[in-house]
């Protein structure tokens, strides 16, 4: 027979509430009645009945994560940065890949916060916020990670990107290129608004024309900078800006297809994952978001949203990084 809360309190001797107490963490338990509570659920292979936890305590210790890429590695190493922060306080999580689409994201996001999690943890590929709002009960839990919302009610962690973005466009300007190209990502995302501000804003300021076709607009998808990548070499542009990662590894193996050397042939800047490793980045300037610590900022917050429900939202603003890189980005005359 299935053993219950019941066994694991006489196998320990202790009360069922202490056996409670330590399961659920709600009240302080001495460390050696704990490890013998641990070690009679262990003996008697007690598995907690969660729906009756739920209907208790009307948590269901589930948060959920909505992204729009799970192939990009930068939301592979924030999931795992919020699921630190969130496991080590009983929670689980559940990740929901949107693929960049409204309505798959609008979907997960009705389904889950239907009952099945407690928060959301949310990188919105949406354009107003109200559309969320529109699909969740009063005062859920929501917490927005790396795109904002316009007057969006909730907390956000966000990377602010417009000065490392604006210093690399400048360093390729001061090295002698006036025909930069830009791959963007979604026009409609808050990320890579930001960044194609800064992008036109030092070319504005040192009287570079921004020529339209030196704007060539991606999906922030794998594989679609190719064609744009190609686009910019037609047109003569001697530099090129990758306004995220996943498009600046599409120009990578282009070059490396078509015998062009980064740093020498094109010069290149684009966004490095925090703490990657790659030979071609040893010619390049790069940006670098603070992904990780973006993912501990979220778990933290949604934390402290769910025990305090009515605090003021707030938005966090991480500084990304500008990496220098030592060889030549010279034009050559």
Known sequence: MKASMKDVANHAGVSVATVSHVINQTRFVSESTRQKVLDSIKALNYVPDQMGKIFKTGKRNLIGIIIPDIANPV??????????????????????????????????????????????IIASTL????????????????????????????????????????????????????????????????????????????????????????IQPGNSLANSAL???????????????????????????????????????????????????????RYMDMMVQQTKGIGVAAGEKMLFRLENPQAPAEKILLQSLLVKQTSTLSRAV
Not at 94 to 110: P, V, W
Not at 159 to 188: C, N, Q
Not at 240 to 256: E, I, P
């Open 227 to 281: 064609p744009l990548l190609q686009n910019l070499l037609n047109i003569g542009c001697s530099a090129v800006v990758a306004s995220n990662n996943v498009m600046l590894d599409d120009v990578l193996f282009y070059l490396k297809d078509h015998n062009i050397t980064p740093g020498k042939d094109l010069a290149l800047f684009g966004q490095m994952l925090d703490g990657s490793a790659n030979y071609n980045l």
């Open 75 to 120: 939301w592979a190493m924030l999931i795992e940065e919020v699921e630190g922060i969130l496991s080590s306080q009983g929670f689980h999580i559940i990740i929901s890949n949107t693929k960049e689409t409204a309505f798959r994201e609008l979907d997960n996001i009705r389904l889950l916060s239907s009952g099945i999690v407690d928060g959301l």
């Open 127 to 214: 354009t107003d916020y109200r559309e969320i709002e529109a699909s969740v009960p009063n005062g859920f839990p929501i917490v927005l990670v790396d795109r904002s919302l316009a007057s969006a009610p909730w907390d956000a962690i966000l990377p602010a990107d417009y000065k490392a973005v604006y210093e690399g466009v400048e360093r390729m300007i001061r090295a002698g290129h006036t025909r930069i190209g830009f791959i963007s990502g979604l026009e409609r995302l808050s990320t890579s608004a930001e960044r194609l501000k800064a992008y036109r804003n030092a070319m504005e300021y040192y009287g570079l024309p921004v020529e339209p076709e030196f």
